[in-house]
């Protein structure tokens, strides 16, 4: 089962650093932001997790909870975590199950080969569960924002 906005998210179950388990039902109740990116210290998603990282007062101040998601195993997680200062877990996808239920898995051509890659994307979930707001194949300036703006919006909802 896939991610649909405006519906609850399907069942899941992922470890992220600090020890944590997180499922479709642990943070029930909070505003939880998801961003998946391709790969631990590459460029642009050291660049997203430093934007999420300089905003992540603001998240917290509008009621959101933010994770960054990769097929990365913990120990590079661990490590990208620590170098970057970033006060959010990091979800280890190492099985690609978060990644095929989100549809973030895309086919890319690198150095002129065809591989499987994460599209960098970003989900806002509500406090109910359901997927409020989806951007898939993002750019990375400005997108942090975006989705801010987005968690503040829900505020006005309630």
Not at 60 to 86: C, I, P, W
Request: hydrophobic share 40%; aromatic share 8%.
């Amino acid at each position: 089962m896939a991610v649909v906005v405006n519906k609850p998210l399907p069942e899941f179950e992922a470890l992220a650093t600090g020890g944590l388990k997180v499922s479709n039902q642990t943070h029930l109740g909070k505003v939880v932001v998801l961003f998946f990116y391709p790969k631990d210290n590459t460029p642009g998603c050291t660049t997203e997790a430093m934007q999420f990282r300089d905003h992540y007062k603001d998240f917290l101040k509008a009621g959101a909870t933010v994770f960054g998601v990769s097929r990365d195993n913990m120990k590079s997680h661990d490590e990208f975590k620590s170098k970057l200062e970033l006060p959010f877990e990091l979800i280890a996808d190492t099985e690609e199950k978060m990644c095929h239920m989100f549809g973030v898995v895309k086919n890319k051509i690198m150095y002129g080969k065809k591989v499987k890659g994460i599209e960098r994307s970003t989900f806002l979930v509500g406090a109910d569960g359901l997927l409020k707001e989806e951007w898939r194949g993002l750019k990375v300036p400005g997108h942090v924002e975006e989705v801010l703006k987005a968690v503040k919006g829900l505020k006005k909802e309630i």
